[in-house]
């Protein structure tokens, strides 16, 4: 358990009431305007060992120390003591500081009534207005990158009309081992909270040149629905295809691929997000019949490029559903008679894509030689890629990002 003063809106001297909190972590937060003449806090009880001063200038970096000590200490649960203002204007934060994986307990108690019995003097009044996003954002632009600057992955086979890329995991600032450090999706499920997502994104964009274009991912469900832009938005799909140059389309990987599409006759773009499930129920090939249908493209003037995603060589899958595979091409499983079948879904991609009328040389995968990588395995490679396979439940996101160049 972690406890959360808000000394910004109560007398200082509450700590002082704090050393029965022994089996709490306390964090003290102070404002500029808690501190004594020389910079410092005012007194606290030193002698307690586990109270920890958030005394920076700003309340975001104070909290995101916070965050970064309870996680550290692998702790989800903060209680907060606090006004019912403090409360409001901390909600924000948390918003953009956190995720669902920690639980917040708000004790509010009157601002008149916010002090000890050991000082006479009345709380603190509270604090102006607060520019939280500005103050969140202002805060993470200036965190360093971690593990590198960023590299982007290009294909030769997507024309120069296109602007397009494959992220890798270094030159974020995402500090979770597993998401560290360019990770570039939030969940509810996980410790990377949406304003760090937001900083990674914007400094992605910066080094890829699309930035101020907006990003949008796909909402991925696992299977095939494709949304057509400018048509009504469903609440899940795996890809998107337009015409339209403001935008730039993304699909998230990490094992699962990532694939981009453009048509360089018509102007026309897709991305989609293809796991084993998309990949069986054909979520390539329904990408590439959206494009013909609403634009009018002809497949012979598609080309598609396949991101980074796990190879052969990591990826199992039980029997009954390495079954479909085998049944799509024998070669996408070359060990069917094992208990875990190994399953090639990048060869399944390449042969779906193929049989909706994608010229062979025309796909840009893991089996093109003649032309620089954009497809290793995401598995067998820690230092670049995010990995599902490899780390688990908590494992972070790159994407695959493609726009239509301005005139």
Known sequence: MALLVDLTRCCSSTAACLQQEADSHVFLLYGRTRRRGNGLPEPFPRAHGSVHVLDSGSTAECLYRLKRTVDDLDLSSIRVLTTARGREVLLRYQEMLFTAVYTFDYQVTPADRFTCS????????????VDVRGDVSAFLQQ???LKGDIKVLRSTLIPDCFGHGFSTRSGGISYI???SSLNLFSSSKRRDPRAVVEENRHRLALRAGFHPLPLRLVKVNHASDVWVLGKPEPESYDSMVTDRREVVLAAPGADCMPILFADPVKKVIGAAHAGWKGTVMGVAPATVDAMVTNFGCRRSDIV???GPSVGVCCFTLDKE???????????CVPDPESAKPHVDIRLANRVLLQRCGI?????????????????????CNPEDFFSHVRDGLNFGTQVGFLWIQGS
Do not use: K
């Not at 050991?118 to 207005?129: H, I, K, L, Q, R």
């Not at 040389?361 to 620089?372: L, S, Y």
């Open 118 to 129: 050991c000082c006479g003097g009345p709380a603190p009044a509270d604090s102006p207005e």
């Open 143 to 145: 965190q360093p990158a």
């Open 177 to 179: 081992p597993t998401l």
């Open 304 to 306: 598609v490029a396949v």
């Open 321 to 331: 559903q390495a079954g479909d595979f085998t049944t799509l091409h024998p070669d």
């Open 359 to 379: 010229l062979p040389e025309h796909i840009h995968d893991n089996t093109v030689t003649e032309r620089p990588s954009v497809t290793p395995c995401t598995s």
